[in-house]
């Protein structure tokens, strides 16, 4: 258990990335920590322990992701606001990170999810392979339009964000 | 000579990835391809961002909720006023008959006999199912201390059948509230954490068995049954409603090859 405390702000980060909601993510982590709790006994000890919890939140996050879309509740970028993202650097750094956050959330989620664990969370390509469950190949091919994607709607600026509700329902 | 440069060396190479070698390979490539070289110090500049960004998450001070040593706690401590409140949600949920949104267009035409039973099962996983704090009462690693309870109350012996052929392990149950008595409810998940539950108690006539029928309501469908007296059901989300059918039949093949 000694191993897992450590991991709790990158799973909350994690969780609310993708979730775009403090509340529900952090709701989220706590499903997550329990679990992890009751099958304690049965990972494998020589595994990874940080692939395995973050297997357990990513996969408790598409499901709410999935269930969200079936009953049609989305937040569109809008309410992603200073609550969600919650930072108090000075006003132009706020204004930087709230447009790399909006071009995030145009992402598809596939594509979220792989930039979010290598570039923001620091696993490595064969981690994040393992916790999203698709072949190594696949994360690089997400990881490079994740990354042309993400340039391409910050060079297009924040007239692109009205587009965003349309985009996050689709989500599936 | 060397690997020719790759795609997936050149973001290794923003990511901080490659061994020292072949960061100098990358190096060099960059310094003579100078529109390259822009593309990626600029996707370098974007995980700069995201990171810091993202990073006064991480950086907030953690909540109560989610303290590990409150969580490992709680779950040793019997909670009976969850349990409670939650009995308390399924009566209402069955007073209220039909205003659960995950139960929209229910009548409660019928109290006895498997239709009943179908009913009830859909209520249960109505509520438990979607419980994301406390889905069970009793987790599966207490699985003999949870058999006790439902043999105890069902005044029947039980046994746990095993679905994980079918991807779904099992993670704990309860005794819950029905109109004709306790019932066990016993609780599986996939590895995407989508659950399916089984319902079962006895059957109000004790000798009623029941061929296999497909249950839907609201979003919730299922297959009920009765075998020499005891009823049960097998239920789950609208998502997994085709999956469910061939599990109900290895549910049903081990319950009967276990008496």
């Given at each position: 258990?000694?191993l897992?405390?450590?991991?709790?702000?990158?799973?909350?980060r994690?969780?609310r990335?993708l979730?775009?909601d403090?509340?529900?993510?952090?709701?989220?982590?706590?499903?997550?920590?329990?679990?992890?709790?009751?099958?304690?006994?049965q990972?494998?000890?020589?595994?990874n322990?940080?692939?395995?919890?973050?297997?357990?939140?990513?996969?408790?996050?598409i499901?709410?992701?999935?269930?969200a879309?079936?009953?049609?509740?989305?937040?569109?970028?809008?309410?992603?606001?200073?609550?969600?993202?919650?930072?108090?650097?000075?006003?132009?750094d706020?204004?930087?990170?709230?447009?790399?956050?909006?071009?995030?959330?145009?992402l598809?989620?596939?594509?979220?999810s792989?930039?979010?664990?290598?570039?923001?969370?620091?696993?490595?390509?064969?981690?994040?392979?393992?916790?999203?469950d698709?072949?190594?190949?696949?994360?690089?091919?997400?990881?490079?339009?994740?990354?042309?994607?993400?340039?391409q709607?910050?060079?297009?600026?924040?007239?692109?964000?009205?587009?965003?509700?349309?985009?996050?329902?689709?989500?599936? | 000579?060397?690997?020719?440069i790759?795609?997936?060396?050149?973001h290794?190479?923003v990511?901080?990835?490659?061994?020292?070698?072949?960061?100098?390979?990358?190096e060099?490539?960059?310094?003579?391809n100078?529109?390259v070289?822009e593309?990626?110090?600029?996707?370098?500049?974007q995980?700069?961002?995201l990171?810091?960004?993202?990073?006064p998450?991480?950086?907030?001070?953690?909540p109560?909720?989610?303290?590990?040593?409150?969580l490992v706690?709680?779950?040793?401590?019997?909670?009976?006023?969850?349990?409670?409140?939650?009995?308390a949600?399924?009566?209402l949920?069955?007073a209220?008959g039909?205003?659960?949104?995950?139960?929209?267009?229910?009548?409660?035409?019928?109290t006895t006999g498997?239709?009943?039973?179908a009913?009830?099962?859909s209520?249960?996983?109505?509520?438990?199912g979607?419980?994301?704090?406390?889905?069970?009462?009793?987790?599966?690693t207490d699985?003999?201390?949870?058999?006790?309870?439902?043999?105890?109350r069902?005044s029947?012996?039980?046994?746990?059948?095993?679905?994980s052929?079918?991807?779904?392990?099992?993670?704990g149950?309860?005794?819950?509230?029905?109109?004709?008595?306790?019932?066990g409810?016993?609780?599986?998940?996939?590895?995407?954490?989508?659950?399916?539950a089984?319902?079962?108690?006895?059957m109000?006539r004790?000798d009623?068995?029941?061929?296999?029928a497909?249950?839907?309501e609201?979003?919730?469908?299922?297959?009920?049954?009765?075998?020499d007296g005891?009823?049960?059901?097998l239920?789950?989300?609208?998502?997994v409603?085709?999956?469910?059918?061939p599990?109900?039949?290895e549910a049903?093949?081990q319950?009967?090859?276990?008496?």
């Amino acid at each position: 258990m000694a191993l897992v405390e450590p991991l709790i702000p990158s799973l909350r980060r994690y969780a609310r990335s993708l979730l775009r909601d403090q509340s529900a993510a952090d709701d989220l982590v706590q499903d997550c920590l329990e679990r992890v709790i009751s099958r304690w006994h049965q990972r494998r000890t020589d595994g990874n322990t940080r692939t395995w919890v973050f297997t357990i939140l990513h996969n408790l996050a598409i499901n709410r992701l999935k269930q969200a879309a079936r009953r049609g509740v989305h937040v569109t970028v809008e309410d992603v606001d200073e609550a969600a993202f919650a930072t108090a650097p000075a006003q132009e750094d706020r204004l930087h990170h709230r447009a790399i956050v909006d071009a995030l959330s145009l992402l598809p989620e596939d594509q979220r999810s792989v930039l979010l664990l290598v570039s923001v969370e620091d696993l490595s390509y064969a981690e994040t392979a393992s916790v999203l469950d698709i072949p190594i190949g696949t994360v690089m091919s997400r990881l490079s339009r994740a990354r042309h994607r993400l340039a391409q709607s910050m060079a297009d600026g924040p007239g692109q964000t009205a587009t965003a509700a349309t985009v996050l329902r689709s989500v599936k | 000579m060397s690997r020719p440069i790759s795609e997936d060396d050149l973001h290794a190479f923003v990511d901080g990835a490659l061994s020292d070698s072949r960061r100098a390979e990358v190096e060099a490539y960059l310094e003579s391809n100078p529109e390259v070289a822009e593309r990626y110090a600029q996707f370098g500049a974007q995980r700069e961002a995201l990171r810091a960004a993202l990073g006064p998450i991480a950086a907030e001070p953690v909540p109560p909720n989610l303290n590990l040593r409150h969580l490992v706690a709680t779950r040793r401590r019997p909670n009976r006023s969850a349990w409670q409140s939650a009995a308390a949600a399924c009566l209402l949920l069955l007073a209220g008959g039909g205003s659960g949104w995950m139960l929209r267009g229910i009548g409660m035409e019928q109290t006895t006999g498997i239709n009943a039973l179908a009913h009830e099962a859909s209520y249960a996983y109505a509520v438990f199912g979607s419980d994301s704090g406390r889905p069970v009462e009793i987790a599966a690693t207490d699985s003999d201390a949870l058999l006790g309870w439902v043999e105890k109350r069902l005044s029947e012996p039980v046994s746990l059948p095993d679905l994980s052929g079918a991807g779904y392990q099992f993670i704990g149950g309860r005794v819950v509230a029905t109109q004709n008595g306790p019932a066990g409810l016993l609780m599986y998940d996939d590895a995407e954490g989508t659950r399916i539950a089984i319902l079962m108690r006895p059957m109000v006539r004790r000798d009623e068995n029941a061929p296999m029928a497909q249950h839907r309501e609201g979003d919730v469908v299922g297959y009920a049954w009765a075998d020499d007296g005891m009823g049960y059901s097998l239920v789950g989300g609208l998502d997994v409603a085709e999956a469910l059918h061939p599990i109900a039949d290895e549910a049903r093949r081990q319950l009967l090859a276990s008496t």
